[in-house]
Nanobody
Framework: VQLQASGGGLVQAGSSLRLSCVAS????????IAWFRQAPGKEREFVAA????????YYSDSVKGRFTISRDNAKSTMYLQMNSLTPEDTAVYYC???????????????????WGKGTQVTVSS
């Protein structure tokens, strides 16, 4: 599976952005998908995940209530709708996918086999 993220940009605090990540391959619908982010000098951080089985979603505390992860299996595309952005959301955002993640590992970036190259999100104050 190859992933290509897009949709990043420079926005003001309080704005919204929607990130997209298109997947190649026929197994997208059977992948658990996730978004991570990495700010300069910081470790890669979990943002959100969506399991393919049951449709369960998971969010970090810092984005819960503001961000929404979703998928369109017909388009092999995953999304991250980001609302009420703050400067603390500034980072490179990465999409990830894996067919066999266990529940306890969905927040661990080391558990994902497939990664997109990332898209920069910059939020000005």
């Amino acid at each position: 599976v190859q992933l290509q993220a897009s949709g990043g940009g420079l926005v003001q605090a309080g704005s919204s952005l929607r990130l997209s990540c298109v997947a190649s391959g026929s197994t997208f619908s059977r992948q658990t998908i996730a978004w991570f982010r990495q700010a300069p000098g910081k470790e890669r951080e979990f943002v959100a995940a969506l399991r393919y089985s049951g449709g369960y979603t998971y969010y970090s505390d810092s984005v819960k209530g503001r961000f929404t992860i979703s998928r369109d299996n017909a388009k092999s595309t995953m999304y991250l709708q980001m609302n009420s952005l703050t400067p603390e959301d500034t980072a490179v955002y990465y999409c990830a996918a894996d067919p066999s993640i266990i529940l306890s590992a969905v927040r661990d970036f080391r558990s994902y086999a497939y990664w997109g190259k990332g898209t920069q999100v910059t939020v000005s104050s």
